[in-house]
């Protein structure tokens, strides 16, 4: 039966044949651009070295660091600084006498 422009479309029918075809096109297997593929791996090649390089260099860092030799820092003056100095106490003066009138 051929539909007329007339008849009302019968919208589960279309929406059915639209997933059978959707569904038909998913089996088919689509071949990738290989360019952008390739750009990508090179990329995280590139970024897994760059990370690896900076871990490297860490690591080299902290065992020369590890590697110097622990030394006491020797003292810039030889006698120790007292860290407050109490003033010396004013030693009484002698006073002088009243005046004898």
């Keep these: 039966m051929t539909q007329t422009p007339q008849e009302p479309l ?20 689509h071949e990738r651009p290989i360019l952008p593929r390739l750009m990508g791996l090179a990329l995280a090649l590139v970024v897994v070295v760059v990370v690896l390089f900076a871990f490297d260099r860490f690591l080299a860092s902290m065992q020369r660091f590890l590697a110097l030799p622990i030394t006491d820092p020797e003292p810039s003056v030889t006698e120790p600084l007292p860290a407050y100095v109490v003033p010396a106490s004013p030693e009484p003066e002698s006073t002088p006498e009243p005046a004898k009138e």
């Design 10 to 29: 019968d919208v589960q029918r279309v929406l059915m044949d639209r997933a059978k075809r959707l569904a038909e096109q998913d089996q088919v297997a």
